[in-house]
């Protein structure tokens, strides 16, 4: 069978790309790469792009368009014309004259010779060609690549970070010693954690290293990549990398430690052999680092819209990156909870499919997993992906809080669980990672529906301070309005649209505020400006409250398209099996108020089993249950209700 043609790459004139920098005002190689980088939301420019493509080496057509953007012209506009130069020869027709039989018998035998020398010159000239192209293209069409000027057989290594990468100091000195304890190497280090890239000459020099191993980071603002290089006087590759949460660098020596495992073997493979299998492309990790960040406020639909597109730009530069996989299943997953979209559901599957074949063992190809499966409600099958997990301390936070998250949901579904499970998950997860907003939300909701209000405010606050969410503030503010406080209350919410005026709470519980004060045509319009921000979404009561406030100003017939909405979705939740029985008692008062309070079609049974459970029900739902009790005359339920929801939020002794 014939080997599949390997992928070529394409190349860039110099004069096209220095042309098209004039005509876009660029001055500058370095300009041109930040532009890119600003363009694309990346952490740092693409300098080893833009440095090769100038040199007119072979690049992905990807790449290539990349630059060819940022220009503002046609990737083809740039490409490399080898017959660019004109030739400047006089026409054959104009010196011909015809010959005699015999003179072109003659020519031809003469000709002989020159034309063997041509065709052997050409054939030289071709292979030689693609010599070159395939030196240059080393790195799109090789399978191995070759470390030139390091001779494994003397394995004289080194190792050295730049001193602006202070924050990798306990990955350095582990790599440090393991390397120095290995026999099979030897090994220089350096005296110093310092080192600048303009003494790295003088490193090889001084240590008489050939192979020199540096580490580096792209910190992100939640997350940050750990890249390893692997150098000589000839080539710097970049060899290996991990995706970690950048506050576990700071204090998780287990973190730092496995880090320092995983590069170690790395460096002794190349060490050995003197070649490296496969390299990491570094653009992609740009990308990969701006997505995950980006999907840190997964409650911003553009966001997580957003951070899709990072993964796949990603996955277009490394079809082998498994957490652009992962990374666009959880978004995925995020935009079908949000907008409720069986759709995404499935591609989200796909992807998370795709990180599971690419690396079974990969950390946030099982986080992945847990979360997609989460947002389904599926809390069975999230916490046997994470009982299959292989407990790495990279992930081990996330984890606490995923399951902190299906122990709360099953309390909040009725189902008898270990309370103090959610208590313990929720509190390690915040020690190992302490901008995990979740877990801060899980606790302090928990309090809140045990009655310990203030315990509940304490956590959400402090978590608002750490993690910076919105959603915390956002419930800062619910408590404060919980207790009555709507002047506080009011103040938390300008303030989160002041700081967050894409996001929808703000908007939505200022509406709140004042609806509480029985304003409502203000309440209304910050309702409806809360729904504008997430069009698209299943959470039913965005579109309940607004239903309900119109039946409050006797506007029913404007208000039921609303309600309408809010009992599809809550249908539709059913059907799937996720429908709490908070979500089944609000909808039986959306179709009560949608009937005009007609009383003969209540559900009883419903009502009997919400009252039975009444301490798993949302706060809302237990005034909407005191609200159907009370149009069906039992009235002493009713109040045992409403006086259930005020004894942990006074604000409904005003509803």
Same mark, same amino acid.
């Given at each position: 069978?014939?080997?599949?043609?390997?992928?070529r790459? @394409? +190349?860039?004139?110099?004069?096209?790309?220095?042309?098209?920098?004039?005509?876009?005002?660029?001055?500058?190689?370095?300009?041109?790469?930040?532009?890119?980088?600003?363009?694309?939301?990346?952490?740092?420019?693409?300098?080893?792009?833009? $440095?090769?493509?100038?040199?007119?080496?072979?690049?992905?057509?990807?790449?290539?368009?990349?630059?060819?953007k940022?220009?503002?012209?046609?990737?083809? /506009?740039?490409?490399?014309?080898?017959q660019? /130069?004109?030739?400047?020869?006089?026409?054959?027709?104009?010196?011909?004259?015809?010959?005699? @039989?015999?003179?072109?018998?003659?020519? =031809?035998?003469?000709?002989?010779p020159?034309?063997?020398?041509?065709?052997?010159?050409l054939?030289?000239?071709?292979?030689?060609?693609?010599?070159?192209?395939?030196?240059?293209?080393?790195?799109? &069409?090789?399978?191995?690549?070759?470390?030139?000027?390091?001779? %494994?057989?003397?394995?004289?290594?080194?190792l050295?970070?730049?001193?602006?990468?202070?924050?990798?100091?306990?990955?350095?000195?582990?790599? *440090? +010693?393991?390397?120095?304890?290995? %026999?099979?190497?030897?090994?220089?280090?350096? =005296?110093?954690?310092?080192?600048?890239?303009?003494?790295?000459?003088?490193?090889?020099?001084?240590?008489q290293?050939?192979?020199?191993? *540096?580490?580096?980071?792209?910190?992100?603002?939640?997350?940050?990549?750990?890249?390893?290089?692997?150098?000589?006087?000839?080539?710097?590759?970049?060899?290996?990398?991990?995706?970690?949460?950048?506050?576990?660098l700071?204090?998780?020596?287990?973190?730092?430690?496995?880090?320092?495992?995983?590069?170690?073997?790395?460096?002794?493979?190349?060490?050995?052999?003197?070649?490296?299998?496969?390299?990491?492309?570094?653009?992609?990790?740009?990308?990969?680092?701006?997505?995950?960040?980006?999907?840190?406020?997964? &409650?911003?639909?553009?966001?997580i819209?957003?951070?899709?597109?990072?993964?796949?730009?990603?996955?277009?530069?490394?079809?082998k990156?498994?957490?652009?996989?992962?990374?666009?299943?959880?978004?995925?997953?995020?935009?079908?909870?949000?907008?409720?979209?069986?759709?995404?559901?499935?591609?989200?599957?796909?992807?998370?499919?795709?990180?599971?074949?690419?690396? %079974?063992?990969?950390?946030?190809?099982?986080?992945?997993?847990?979360?997609y499966?989460?947002?389904?409600?599926? /809390?069975?099958?999230?916490?046997?992906t994470?009982?299959?997990?292989?407990?790495? %301390?990279?992930?081990?936070?996330?984890?606490?809080?995923?399951?902190?998250?299906?122990?709360?949901?099953?309390?909040?579904?009725?189902?008898?669980?270990?309370?103090?499970?959610?208590?313990?998950?929720?509190?390690?997860?915040?020690?190992?990672?302490?901008?995990?907003?979740?877990?801060?939300?899980?606790? #302090?909701?928990?309090?809140?529906?045990?009655?310990?209000?203030?315990?509940s405010l304490?956590?959400?606050?402090?978590?608002?301070?750490?993690?910076?969410?919105?959603?915390?503030?956002?419930?800062?503010?619910?408590?404060?309005?919980?207790?009555?406080?709507?002047?506080?209350?009011?103040a938390?919410?300008?303030?989160?649209?002041?700081? =967050?005026?894409?996001?929808?709470? #703000?908007?939505?519980?200022? #509406?709140?505020?004042?609806?509480?004060?029985?304003?409502?045509?203000p309440?209304?319009?910050? *309702?409806?400006?809360?729904?504008? =921000?997430?069009?698209?979404?299943?959470?039913?009561?965005?579109?309940?409250?607004?239903?309900?406030?119109?039946?409050?100003?006797?506007?029913?017939?404007?208000?039921?398209?609303?309600l309408? +909405?809010?009992?599809?979705?809550?249908?539709?939740?059913?059907?799937?099996?996720?429908?709490?029985?908070?979500?089944?008692?609000?909808?039986?008062?959306?179709?009560?108020?949608?009937?005009?309070?007609? &009383?003969?079609?209540?559900?009883?049974?419903?009502?009997?089993?919400?009252f039975?459970?009444?301490?798993?029900?949302?706060?809302?739902?237990?005034?909407?249950?005191?609200?159907?009790?009370?149009? $069906?005359? *039992?009235?002493?339920?009713?109040?045992?209700?409403?006086? &259930?929801?005020?004894?942990?939020?006074?604000?409904?002794?005003?509803?």
């Amino acid at each position: 069978m014939n080997e599949p043609k390997r992928k070529r790459g @394409v +190349k860039a004139s110099r004069e096209k790309l220095e042309k098209a920098m004039l005509a876009k005002g660029i001055e500058s190689q370095i300009q041109l790469a930040r532009l890119i980088s600003q363009d694309e939301g990346l952490h740092r420019p693409p300098k080893e792009l833009i $440095s090769k493509v100038f040199r007119e080496q072979s690049v992905s057509h990807t790449n290539l368009a990349r630059v060819a953007k940022a220009l503002g012209v046609e990737s083809h /506009t740039l490409y490399m014309n080898s017959q660019s /130069t004109p030739i400047n020869a006089t026409p054959l027709a104009s010196n011909f004259k015809p010959r005699s @039989v015999d003179s072109l018998a003659e020519l =031809k035998q003469r000709s002989r010779p020159i034309l063997a020398i041509m065709v052997v010159s050409l054939l030289v000239i071709l292979l030689f060609g693609l010599f070159q192209e395939g030196q240059e293209e080393e790195q799109l &069409t090789s399978s191995t690549y070759r470390l030139y000027g390091y001779d %494994p057989k003397l394995k004289n290594v080194g190792l050295y970070m730049a001193e602006e990468f202070s924050v990798l100091s306990l990955i350095f000195e582990e790599i *440090r +010693k393991k390397l120095s304890a290995s %026999p099979l190497l030897n090994f220089s280090q350096t =005296k110093s954690l310092s080192m600048s890239n303009n003494s790295v000459k003088e490193y090889f020099d001084h240590t008489q290293s050939s192979l020199l191993f *540096r580490i580096e980071v792209m910190q992100g603002k939640r997350y940050s990549i750990i890249l390893l290089y692997a150098q000589t006087e000839q080539v710097n590759y970049p060899v290996a990398f991990q995706l970690v949460r950048s506050s576990l660098l700071a204090n998780n020596q287990q973190v730092n430690n496995l880090i320092a495992e995983q590069f170690s073997k790395q460096l002794h493979k190349a060490s050995q052999y003197g070649e490296i299998n496969e390299l990491v492309n570094v653009d992609a990790l740009n990308y990969l680092l701006s997505g995950f960040d980006l999907l840190f406020d997964h &409650t911003d639909n553009a966001a997580i819209l957003s951070a899709q597109s990072r993964f796949q730009n990603a996955i277009s530069l490394d079809s082998k990156l498994v957490e652009a996989y992962a990374g666009l299943c959880i978004g995925l997953s995020y935009e079908s909870y949000m907008n409720n979209a069986a759709v995404s559901f499935e591609q989200a599957y796909k992807y998370c499919e795709l990180a599971k074949e690419l690396d %079974p063992e990969n950390e946030f190809a099982e986080l992945a997993f847990a979360i997609y499966y989460i947002n389904k409600a599926d /809390t069975d099958a999230a916490e046997n992906t994470l009982l299959h997990n292989q407990g790495s %301390p990279i992930s081990a936070a996330d984890e606490f809080s995923l399951k902190a998250q299906i122990t709360f949901q099953r309390f909040q579904d009725g189902q008898e669980v270990n309370e103090v499970d959610i208590i313990e998950s929720a509190l390690k997860s915040i020690k190992g990672a302490s901008e995990l907003w979740r877990s801060y939300n899980v606790l #302090g909701q928990y309090y809140l529906s045990k009655g310990e209000t203030n315990k509940s405010l304490l956590i959400l606050e402090q978590g608002a301070e750490e993690s910076k969410h919105p959603v915390l503030l956002g419930n800062v503010g619910s408590l404060q309005l919980c207790q009555g406080n709507l002047a506080s209350a009011e103040a938390t919410y300008r303030q989160l649209i002041a700081q =967050k005026p894409e996001h929808y709470i #703000g908007y939505e519980m200022l #509406g709140s505020v004042y609806y509480y004060q029985r304003e409502y045509e203000p309440a209304l319009d910050y *309702r409806k400006q809360a729904l504008e =921000k997430l069009p698209k979404t299943n959470i039913h009561q965005l579109w309940g409250v607004i239903g309900l406030i119109y039946a409050k100003l006797n506007e029913l017939e404007v208000g039921k398209p609303y309600l309408l +909405k809010a009992i599809q979705l809550i249908d539709q939740d059913e059907s799937m099996q996720i429908a709490a029985l908070s979500d089944l008692i609000s909808r039986e008062y959306y179709e009560f108020v949608m009937s005009g309070s007609a &009383t003969e079609h209540l559900d009883q049974d419903l009502i009997n089993r919400a009252f039975k459970d009444i301490n798993s029900l949302q706060l809302s739902s237990i005034m909407h249950l005191s609200e159907l009790m009370k149009a $069906s005359s *039992r009235l002493e339920e009713s109040r045992i209700a409403k006086q &259930t929801a005020a004894s942990i939020c006074p604000i409904y002794n005003r509803a």
